[in-house]
């Protein structure tokens, strides 16, 4: 059997929903592919950064290069000799730095998330098969790219792996992507997910009571997320109800400026004591666990690994509509869909799950057994390792 040579592309190392899910996709072909070399090349580092290394032969951290002219590496010795000039321009940095591994003459390129793309293009325009696999919505692309690049250069990839039907026919009407080169292939989680900690023990340390209901968010604390409006949504919540509960945000930092505006927000409509801040950490499974409804406030999300942990997990969730990937989840009454940006019949909505145990408990199982039927890890990966094998 011939070893073949495969560069994986991701934008980052983050502990967030795309690097992990590549990082898992990695981690699955080298288990089931021997004959496959792997390479990694970040555009960015992150906390992820060790678990890419173990799983790559070779790993190049575009970001330091850029910034200081230093690889974290292993073995390539001619790209540490690579030197820019102060006139070059970021192009000219990307093209040395992927002209120097064009040189290890790789079978396939797989770059994880739009911001990949830049990246891709020098190695399809030398004929070696690219996919691209887009997660993002168009706020997400138009943060990344002006639209006419986007325009420009969409055809210049083998395949695409769209992360919901939403991105895929984004893709197709708004920036002219070929039917043809398009797989819709969803997110997907592990079978088992780690728990570190138990209700019981997290509750005690958060200070929550056992006849209070947890409701929460697990997010990146920005616009697209929707996160600035969990102050008001909680306000809401309380006018409408007697019923004890608390708050969880999840995500961001105490530093962040969308953490502290919401803490402000939160303090001028007395619902400071409602609402627990956590920072972004490693345990996000253990948060989630807690919750007895999870929600989604983002206004565009393709089609988030939380929402994936929160059904894994049995919650009933609730989202937007015209939100992105969560609709075609949670569509049939698999969960709970609210007008877009209607938070008055969000915090109804969330009122009457906190009412009726029953429903949230069917909820949850419902959005389980979906998961479990059309989602799984096993099925998704094998169409992805499908569509590599195709291109080798």
């Known amino acids: ?53 173990k799983v790559s032969n070779l790993i190049v951290v575009a970001h330091y290069h850029l910034q200081s002219f230093s690889f974290l590496k292993r073995n390539l010795k001619r790209v540490q000799s690579l030197i820019f000039k102060k006139t070059e321009t970021q192009q000219d940095k990307i093209n040395k730095i992927t002209s120097a591994l064009l040189e290890n003459k790789y079978d396939l390129v797989y770059g994880n998330t739009m911001e990949s793309l830049i990246w891709t293009l020098p190695f399809y325009r030398k004929n070696i098969p690219t996919i691209v696999a887009i997660h993002e919505l168009s706020f997400g692309i138009e943060s990344t790219y002006p639209k006419d690049f986007v325009l420009e250069n969409i055809s210049d990839i083998t395949q695409i792996i769209a992360g919901s039907q939403a991105v895929a026919d984004n893709l197709i009407a708004k920036y002219g992507a070929d039917p043809k080169k398009i797989n819709a292939i969803h997110s997907f989680v592990n079978t088992v997910l780690t728990i570190q900690k138990d209700k019981e023990t997290l509750k005690k340390e958060l200070c929550i009571n056992n006849n209070e209901l947890v409701i929460g968010i697990a997010s990146s604390q920005e616009l697209r997320k929707g996160t600035d409006m969990v102050p008001l949504l909680v306000q809401k919540i309380k ?56 929600l989604l406030m983002s206004r565009e999300d393709p089609f988030p690994l939380v929402m994936l942990t929160a059904a894994k997990l049995k919650k009933p969730i609730m989202a937007f509509e015209k939100s992105g990937g969560a609709v075609e989840f949670l569509d049939n009454d698999h969960g709970v869909l609210i007008p877009y940006l209607d938070l008055d019949k969000m915090a109804s909505e969330v009122v009457r799950l906190m009412q009726e145990p029953d429903s949230r408990e069917k909820y949850g199982e419902d959005i389980h057994t979906r998961l479990e039927n059309d989602y799984s890890d096993k099925k998704l990966s094998g169409k992805i390792f499908t569509i590599i094998d195709s291109l080798l």
């Not at 960015?44 to 950064?49: A, D, H, K, P, V």
């Not at 995500?251 to 400071?272: F, H, M, N």
């Open 1 to 53: 059997m011939s070893t073949k040579k495969i560069l994986f592309i991701s934008h980052e190392a983050s502990l967030s929903g795309a690097p992990i899910l590549v990082l898992d996709l990695i981690k699955r072909l080298k288990q089931e592919k021997e004959n496959y070399i792997i390479d990694v090349l970040l555009i960015r580092g992150g906390e992820l950064y060790e678990e890419f290394a």
């Open 239 to 294: 006018q409408k109800t007697d019923l004890n509960f608390k708050f969880v945000n999840l995500g961001g930092t105490s530093k962040s400026p969308a953490v502290r505006c919401a803490k402000l927000d939160a303090e001028k409509l007395g619902i400071e004591n409602d609402i627990i801040f956590i920072d972004h950490n490693k345990t996000p499974n253990d948060y989630i666990n807690l919750y007895d409804i999870f």
